[in-house]
């Protein structure tokens, strides 16, 4: 296994992989992996082939945090990553400095940005204004550099995935987007990074995001007709903050192909929510 720090080093492989007619599989990251990552390397590994290149990108991308974010706090394991990346099979780590992806390092200085306009505008885009804009960016910029054939995500991110097969879709790149299933903890908190930060009560405290998928399913199943968004709301709203550390940033009912907000909630709606677990910020899906 490789680990590739430049960009150039990057697209020197891609460009060999290319002439030599290797499929090539994409996990983008930012690292501190677990097994909801490992699976989607496993994913990418099934669908290249045992021939085939996967690439497993680590860069914890700083226009996509927010000035009061936890971009310089998000944990880092580079030698961690690469231990597990080795186990399961991965070819190539990509793993650039700041300095390699922007040119002052932090983005700025750094004028052109890929903005998704539609999906990008309620929930993370709403929360986090700016978010989008650097992720479409940053994956954008990974497309070009690795060249994949395909790339896989994670489903947990479900706006984010989302707006990348939009972008794939607008600005034809020539690659299949995989989105995978949500791997969760066996008490069935969403793998995260970021679980990392939940210490002692706030770890049991989390679990009030999937409870209260499960609440809304239950109630949505056992409806007659179908159930007003804003009542729904509500409810969530007061289950989730009787956990004391818990406060929703929000819970939104959409469609799931155009994300665009139902008033009416019946089977086959997504619902979405993040909340503020103490300090730390979680989020969540479901389908109904």
């Known amino acids: 296994m490789q680990i ?11 460009r060999e992989w290319r002439r030599a007619g290797e499929r090539v599989g994409l996990v983008p990251t ?4 677990h097994a909801g990552h490992l699976s989607l390397v496993q994913r990418a590994r099934q669908l290249v082939g045992q021939r085939g290149k996967v690439v497993v990108s680590i860069y914890v991308n700083p226009t996509q945090f927010g000035p009061n974010e936890d971009f ?12 597990l990346c ?7 780590i990509f793993a650039p400095a700041d300095e390699q992806m922007y040119p002052r390092g932090d983005g700025t200085g750094f004028s052109t940005f890929v903005i998704e306009e539609a999906l990008a505008r309620g929930m993370e885009g709403k929360s986090r204004p700016t978010h989008f804009r650097g992720v479409s960016t940053v994956v954008a910029k990974l497309f070009n550099i690795v060249q994949p054939d395909l790339a896989v995500f994670g489903s947990k991110d479900y706006q984010q995935a989302a707006i990348i097969k939009r972008m794939v879709r607008d600005l034809n790149f020539p690659l299949k987007l995989v989105v995978a299933p949500i791997l969760r903890e066996a008490d069935g908190l969403a793998m ?18 999937r409870r209260s998928l499960q609440r809304v399913q239950a109630a949505v199943r056992q409806a007659a007709r179908p159930v007003p968004a ?12 009787r956990a004391p550390a ?7 009912f959409f469609d799931p192909e155009t994300l665009v907000p139902v008033p009416k909630v019946k089977r086959g709606v997504q619902v979405a929510l993040a909340v503020f677990i103490g300090k730390t910020r979680l989020i969540d899906n479901a389908r109904l």
């Open 72 to 83: 310089s706090h998000y944990p880092r394991d580079l030698r961690r990553d690469a231990r």
């Open 86 to 92: 080795r186990e399961v099979g991965v070819d190539v």
């Open 192 to 209: 995260s990074s970021r679980n990392k930060y939940l210490v002692g009560d706030l770890r049991a405290q989390a679990l009030v995001l």
């Open 246 to 252: 818990a406060r929703i940033d929000y819970v939104e």
């Open 30 to 33: 930012m690292g501190y992996l």
């Open 4 to 14: 590739v720090r430049s960009v150039a080093a990057m697209q020197r492989l891609a």
């Open 230 to 241: 804003s009542r729904l709301k509500v409810e969530l709203k007061r289950f989730v903050e």
